[in-house]
């Protein structure tokens, strides 16, 4: 019999550097098997070997290794054999990993940084080199680098740059913990001196950040702390690392940050400067920094790597000196041009996500803030570098991230050969999960262009898009379950999350975006928006929810629980001790059921819902907000309070308190699902108590809904808050409401994930298909009729004469994957048991398609399903991994159970061009 296989550490393969003191392993069943019924770990820890027998057990996922306490840098293998029902299996290929350093007290090496008698503008601020020097007497059999910084590194060892990870040490609430990369550097170390070197910038520690673009939000100096373990034959290890007798100069790099890009001088570059022997320019002693209070621990994510490169699809020259480089391709990443031209030869490169409507320029539009009139204009993401001539290096901005498919470069003599510029795709290193395809080409198109635009999303915290913020938004909430069908999503989840928790305030309330770089300073800060917003801190439940679901890690469950808590009863607080002032008018005496309404504070509500229009406030012209009126000569942060006054007047209450409830429901859920009865029950009384006070204020009494929008139809639907009589009537009036828009969707940011299999679950598969395939304005096929490559912030990011509108990646519309997984290929969560343990094959089809396939990597192995419509026949073929079982859903209504291996159904067809099969 075969053996397990695919055996993984917490969220990861086995690695270096590991922190999590009690690790789990997962692993998938061997293939032929169908149920687990009892696994043996063994293996050995250091020289230490355990075993832990036969474990009566059928779980396979986040299992407790079994071993003995680990130790700082100790090496662990260990393999797995299982008891199945068709006997026992071989044992595994062992997993090994390294744990990494344990304790405060394993570090030796200093915080170090450059000194600066005064800190640069930020934008202006340079990535600086730093260096040490250190001798090993004796052969090496093991050496590794443990290594972190407040800001971005680049690590070097003897003249070579050190691992692939980028951007490292990552985005994280620095104020509470900082990950820990390990390197391996046994082939790097030599026998007599040697070189430790990096390249240390500003990246998100010090660096401008989000909407606001404020600088130093962690901290105003930058620091490095590296240290390296040399183990020899005899037992013992040289240890050397970063100390006060370190230096540090300015090298090429002379300014570096995500919104100003990077600025290089490649003559300034010392030769040599990262290996052995003299080293030119002028060095000064580093400056010892005091040790940060964050814990330093391992990330459970995948590091952001280099993950494609991209050549040019078309390079124009508009008028000499300027080059207008088509990558054909929206991405996140960098640009590596080889072609600098002469020695001094000055260029200037411009990203952007379109084109001007006249195609001569890039328009970078979408790179402003959201607040774009304060932002100053040093051209946001636009790298500057000067050329060390043809013998000299390439210009790679590696301390930086842009969101680009076109490139202008300014100054080159000229021409650029398509073979000298290249773009780099760098994001997080998620395993790709999904696949689709069917027999309508653009429904496939639609599918690649969901997988990059959430590709691009991911760059170490789910970023709502890539070139204006360069945040962690909350609105991960909405788009997690579309992201979870294309990749691989579980560590970034639980790496994203302690962000979260950790920036979340005493209170409860969750910040609109985490990690959160301003802190306490988030309420005082100029145009700050107010935090604890309806639909974004229900991220805190929603997130950690779907990624059990979608991978069984109840211990994320376990470690969220007070973050979920927080924010529900902060919320519960809300509603219960304020009133909205109009229904205070209203009912001077409040009626029994508001006390769980969530009707006051700030919300972007269905934000750029399309329909009905609404003007953006703009301070380029008048505008009334509350009662005021401001112009362009107004002050900024007045402008900015009146905005805010503006929107806390609204009542919101319809919007809000949906999302109250679907927190208190699933949080009642997840309680039980961690066996804390007492809670289950409080929170779904709650919840209970929550829905009825929607009912009898959002329900009139001829059972209409008091807001007529498709948003509040969607979330009454998906969220359970129509009594079952009336989800018919609502799921008609939506389809109403859509007919009545122009067969058009008019949702906004956080229900457009809905749209789609809301209709499909509610009797209306036809029009469903019909948004799905529709083209024109406000339609998902759009974007491949106006050229877009990711998906829009708004339905129209560009217009059919080439006008752009806000974000050009965005994963919001993106979510259409849902859809085209779950509906049109039939593959679904099964609603009580995670990671794909049950699951329902149920294809819906219409639209006229005659075939559809989808193939999904769950945690217990691949999951395929394949339908055809033809000659009156339809057949599906399903693949259903071992461990697991599948609902088999005919669309004629029969049904059947699959267990694990191939099988085969079949049934009437009904019209390929019908609604349903």
């Known amino acids: 019999m075969s053996a397990p296989t695919d055996l993984r550490l917490e969220h990861r393969p086995a690695a270096l550097g590991l922190t999590e003191r009690l690790p789990r392993l997962s692993w998938r069943l061997p293939s032929g098997t169908r149920t687990q019924r009892a696994y043996r770990i063994r293996g050995r820890a250091g020289d230490r070997p355990w075993d832990t027998g036969w474990v009566a057990s059928d779980r396979s996922l986040f299992v407790p290794y079994g071993g003995p306490p680990l130790a700082s840098r100790e090496a662990v293998r260990c393999a797995v054999r299982v008891r199945t ?13 390294e744990m990494g350093l344990l304790d405060p007290d394993d570090w030796a090496a200093a915080w170090v940084g450059p000194v600066e008698d005064e800190v640069p503008p930020a934008g202006f601020r340079p990535g600086y080199l730093l260096r040490g020097e250190f001798t090993v007497d004796r052969p090496v059999v093991r050496a590794r680098v443990y ?52 390249v240390l910038s500003d990246g998100w520690f010090r ?74 320019g002028r060095w000064a002693p580093v400056a010892v920094r005091e040790r940060p209070a964050a814990r330093l ?24 000196g300027r080059h207008i480089v088509d990558f054909g391709q929206n991405l996140g990443g960098w640009v590596r041009l080889t072609d600098l031209g002469p020695r001094g030869t000055v260029l200037s490169l411009t990203h952007a996500e379109a084109l001007t409507p006249d195609g001569t320029d890039v328009n970078t539009a979408s790179g402003q803030a959201t607040l774009h009139w304060y932002t100053p204009a040093r051209g946001i993401q636009t790298d500057r570098v000067v050329s060390a001539g043809p013998d000299g290096p390439a210009f790679e901005p590696r301390h930086t991230r842009h969101g680009f498919r076109y490139l202008r470069v300014d100054g080159h003599p000229g021409p650029i050969a398509a073979g000298a510029v290249t773009a780099v795709a760098v994001s997080s290193d998620l395993p790709r999960t999904g696949w689709f395809r069917c027999s309508d080409a653009r429904l496939d198109r639609l599918h690649e262009i969901a997988y990059w635009t959430y590709r691009n999303q991911a760059c170490d915290v789910p970023t709502a898009e890539i070139t204006r913020e360069l945040a962690g938004w909350t609105d991960f909430g909405w788009n997690i379950r579309g992201a979870r069908l294309l990749n691989d999503v579980s560590g970034l989840s639980a790496k994203w999350l302690a962000d979260l928790a950790a920036d979340q305030w005493p209170d409860g309330t969750v910040r609109n975006y985490a990690p959160d770089p301003l802190g306490p300073r988030s309420l005082t800060a100029r145009f700050a928006i107010p935090h604890g917003q309806a639909g974004f801190g229900d991220a805190a439940v929603v997130v950690p929810w779907e990624t059990w679901r979608a991978y069984g890690d109840d211990g994320l469950l376990e470690r969220q629980y007070p973050s979920m808590t927080a924010w529900v009863d902060r919320v519960a607080r809300i509603a219960r001790e304020h009133r909205h002032p109009g229904r205070r008018a209203a009912r001077p005496v409040p009626a029994p059921h508001e006390e769980f309404l969530w009707d006051t504070g700030y919300h972007f509500g269905e934000h750029l819902e399309p329909a009905p229009p609404q003007r953006p406030v703009s301070p380029r012209r008048p505008a009334s907000l509350g009662g005021r009126r401001t112009t ?15 929107m806390e007047a609204r009542d919101h209450a319809a919007f809000a308190t949906a999302y109250f409830h679907r927190s208190a429901r699933l949080l009642s859920r997840i309680a039980g699902v961690l066996g804390r009865t007492g809670d289950a029950e409080r929170y779904g009384r709650l919840a209970d108590d929550v829905r009825a006070a929607w009912q009898a204020e959002f329900i009139t009494a001829d059972g209409r809904l008091a807001c007529d929008t498709q948003a509040t139809h969607l979330r009454a639907l998906a969220y359970g808050l129509v009594p079952e009589a009336l989800r018919a009537r609502t799921a008609d009036r939506l389809a109403e409401l859509i007919r009545a828009a122009g067969t058009r969707p008019g949702t906004g940011l956080p229900t457009t994930h809905l749209l789609l299999p809301v209709l499909a679950d509610n009797g209306h598969l036809d029009l469903a298909y019909e948004l799905l395939l529709r083209s024109g304005p406000r339609s998902w096929m759009s974007v491949i009729d106006n050229g877009g490559t990711t998906f829009w912030e708004t339905w129209d990011g560009i217009a059919p004469n080439g006008a752009t509108m806000l974000a050009l990646n965005m994963p919001t519309r993106a979510s259409v994957v849902e859809f085209l997984h779950g509906h049109v290929a039939g593959v679904r969560l099964d609603p009580e048991l995670p990671a794909y343990r049950r699951f329902r094959v149920e294809p819906r089809p219409g639209g006229g398609l005659t075939w559809a396939e989808v193939a999904y990597d769950c945690p217990y192995g691949r999951i395929e399903a394949g339908w055809r419509a033809e000659r009156g026949r339809f057949s599906l073929e399903v693949t259903v991994p071992p461990g697991t079982t599948a609902e088999v859903v005919l669309p004629d209504g029969s049904r059947a159970e699959a267990g694990p291996g191939a099988h085969a159904f079949a049934a009437r067809a009904a019209p390929a061009d019908s609604g349903v099969a």
């Not at 029902?85 to 990993?97: F, H, K, Q, R, Y």
């Not at 609430?173 to 070189?195: F, I, K």
């Not at 007798?245 to 490649?266: E, I, M, N, Y």
């Open 297 to 320: 621990v391992s990330s459970p994510a995948p590091p952001v790597r280099r993950l494609q490169e991209l050549r040019p699809v078309a390079i124009t020259r508009p008028e000499p």
């Open 85 to 97: 029902d068709a006997g026992a299996s071989a044992w595994s290929e062992p997993a090994a990993w």
């Open 632 to 646: 362009w000569a107004t002050d900024l942060d007045s402008f900015t309070a009146a905005v805010v006054e503006e």
């Open 207 to 280: 660096g401008r950040t989000s909407y606001h673009r404020l600088p130093d939000g962690f901290g105003d100096r930058t620091a490095l702390l590296l240290q390296l373990h040399a183990d020899h034959e005899d037992g013992t290890s040289t240890v050397a690392g970063t100390g006060p007798r370190w230096r540090s100069a300015v090298g090429a790099v002379k300014a570096a940050d995500f919104f100003d890009g990077v600025a290089a001088d490649l003559r300034d570059e010392p030769a040599g400067w990262s290996a052995p022997g003299p080293v030119a």
């Open 147 to 198: 290594a972190t910084a407040c800001g971005l590194y680049e690590l070097f060892l003897n003249g070579e740059r050190v691992g692939d990870a980028e951007l490292a040490p990552g985005f994280t609430a620095y104020r509470d913990h900082l990950h820990v990369q390990a390197y391996d550097v046994t082939a790097a170390v030599r026998v007599g001196a040697n070189v430790l070197g990096a």
